[in-house]
């Protein structure tokens, strides 16, 4: 899928650590995350950040050490009875919690500053993925009406789950329901249970309003200055070697005052997400699974660990602790999906999908192919056809793709040839046909994997990408405008929107479509430079022209807001 993507500044690591340190020393949590991995020493020595703040420390326990770093599922058998254990909510603190409203604004804030990173995932069906996850976790919540899952109207999280292509294994929970997950953990995790696990941790986190709670005891003024300290730090992040000095100093003393709180959030989260995961239908041994497998990979308790590192959540008690819940729950068998096996596929070729790389990723995936089990096999065979099409080599991408689809259909419905439809395959073989040039055969699957999959954004940008190479620009116009009115908050729509009208000709709903796209990365300057081209390029009717001029005097008002906020004036 063709993205238009705004070029590469800051690196979202160093993005993350700046907004990780900033939080980590205003708010008193030690943050929520899984971790492992050594910190890249590009990231380690170029962020400058004065005075106290921290909000999201979860984003990244990977950078408090120099040792530590930084979709469609069938649905299960319900799960059998659980211990009646009831736990307290504590996600309501009232007046001294932060309003789920302005959590929502910084965290949108925050993904403003996310979205334009060249290491933020474009990925759809990995997309799709984790928010089906996301999806069927959260209607478990609210049939157990956990606090804050049936929230209505405009207090409720609008969940979104992304992924950022690292090797490390981590995961981290914004303000306002956003969850992001680093590709190095689903290649990592070995059934789509213990990918849950982590995702019914996270979401914890959210319902519990962990970081809102924290956010909220600090002063007003404080609060609305978030967003522009966040930037502040992400401008002063050029200055190598600048960071040395917080690293060492105000962050570990932070943390060391946070420590018992931090405790307490992540045995809540625990609990709500074994919660989760259970009513769910996954299999519950999945967090402990995952958990053990982490701290001997990582060594995270050997000698010469910071010692705040060695309270952290990732402890023998807290394994212990999962592992006696799991015992209450009768044993079950839960098979893992076959989509898990193509999404970590998929995963390794985000995260390593450079041309210098493609040599060293088929040999891993030629490596899986010759495994003896049928989720390694599925994996290795769906990444060779990945790397095939990569490299333009169209006939053995349809070869390895029909071998995944074979060991897929055999063992996945045993006494049937039917397979319960793959998304990730159906989309490569869409992608696959577009590439050969049969533009109605590729139309064809997508809008056969948007029927059976109406929510995937894979299946509808597949279907918008046939269309236009089949020359039907006024027919995926007519889908992207409907789209964007049900999701005006999606970037992927209206960047394919902008195409849509830049092959119909349309110069000024092309700039305005772009217009959009750019505020939704926080390009205010670009995104009303879009507009006012749109504005005075001609061509638009009366309705059209007033729109955007409504439009724009919207987004000059948000900008001189947020510019506000920041303590800064409006370029004139």
């Not at 928010?131 to 207090?155: I, P, Y």
């Not at 819940?325 to 096996?341: G, L, Q």
Request: charged share 20%; aromatic share 8%.
């Amino acid at each position: 899928m063709q993205v238009i993507k705004t070029p590469r500044g800051i690196s979202f690591f160093k993005r993350i650590l700046a907004a990780h340190l900033i939080l980590s020393s205003a708010w008193p949590s030690a943050g929520f995350v899984y971790a492992a991995g050594p910190v890249p020493s590009s990231i380690t020595g170029d962020v400058s950040v004065q005075g106290e703040s921290a909000a999201l420390q979860n984003l990244g326990r990977a950078v408090q050490s120099p040792d530590a770093r930084s979709a469609n599922l069938p649905l299960r058998n319900a799960p059998l009875s659980q211990p009646s254990f009831v736990l307290p909510d504590m996600g309501d603190p009232g007046g001294d919690s932060l309003s789920r409203m302005d959590e929502k604004k910084y965290g949108e804030m925050i993904m403003r500053q996310i979205r334009p990173d060249a290491d933020y995932s474009n990925d759809l069906p990995i997309y799709d993925y984790l928010n089906q996850m996301e999806r069927r976790l959260l209607q478990a919540a609210k049939r157990l009406q956990l606090g804050g899952a049936n929230e209505q109207g405009s207090g409720a999280y609008s969940f979104e789950v992304f992924a950022v292509k690292d090797s490390s294994i981590n995961a981290f929970a914004l303000p306002g329901g956003f969850i992001g997950f680093h590709t190095g953990l689903l290649v990592s995790a070995e059934t789509d249970s213990e990918v849950a696990s982590v995702m019914g941790h996270e979401t914890g986190h959210v319902l519990q309003r962990h970081l809102a709670r924290q956010m909220g005891r600090q002063t007003t003024n404080t609060m609305i200055a978030l967003a522009g300290i966040l930037l502040g730090a992400l401008a002063a992040s050029r200055n190598p070697g600048a960071a040395s000095g917080l690293m060492q100093g105000g962050q570990a003393v932070a943390i060391n005052n946070q420590l018992s709180y931090s405790r307490d959030a992540e045995r809540e989260a625990d609990r709500i997400g074994f919660q989760i995961l259970a009513e769910s239908g996954y299999d519950v041994n999945g967090a402990p699974g995952f958990f053990q497998r982490l701290q001997k990979a990582t060594g995270i308790m050997d000698n010469g660990v910071p010692s705040y590192v060695r309270t952290h959540p990732l402890t023998t008690d807290r394994i212990a602790d999962m592992q006696d819940r799991a015992r209450n729950i009768a044993n079950r068998n839960v098979p893992t999906a076959v989509e898990f096996y193509f999404i970590k596929a998929r995963a390794r070729m985000e995260q390593s999908a450079s041309s210098s790389q493609m040599y060293d990723l088929k040999n891993t995936f030629e490596g899986l192919s010759k495994q003896a089990t049928p989720g390694k096999q599925m994996e290795g065979l769906y990444g060779l056809a990945l790397v095939a099409l990569k490299q333009g080599k169209f006939d053995q991408a349809s070869s390895y793709l029909q071998q995944a689809r074979n060991l897929a259909n055999s063992v996945s419905a045993p006494g049937s040839p039917i397979l319960c439809q793959s998304l990730s395959l159906d989309i490569t073989a869409s992608e696959l046909a577009l590439a050969r040039g049969k533009g109605d055969e590729a139309l064809q699957i997508a809008q056969v994997t948007l029927k059976a999959f109406p929510q995937s954004y894979a299946a509808g940008a597949a279907m918008m990408n046939a269309y236009l190479k089949l020359g039907r620009t006024n027919d995926a116009i007519t889908w992207l405008k409907a789209r964007t009115r049900l999701q005006p908050n999606e970037v992927v729509w209206w960047s394919m929107l902008s195409n849509a009208y830049d092959q119909a000709k349309n110069v000024p709903l092309r700039h305005y479509a772009l217009g959009e796209k750019y505020a939704l990365e926080g390009a205010w300057p670009s995104a009303i430079e879009q507009l006012k081209i749109a504005r005075s390029s001609g061509g638009a009717d009366f309705y059209q022209a007033s729109s955007i001029d409504a439009r724009l005097r919207e987004m000059q008002k948000q900008y001189q807001e947020e510019l506000k906020e920041q303590g800064k004036n409006m370029p004139s």
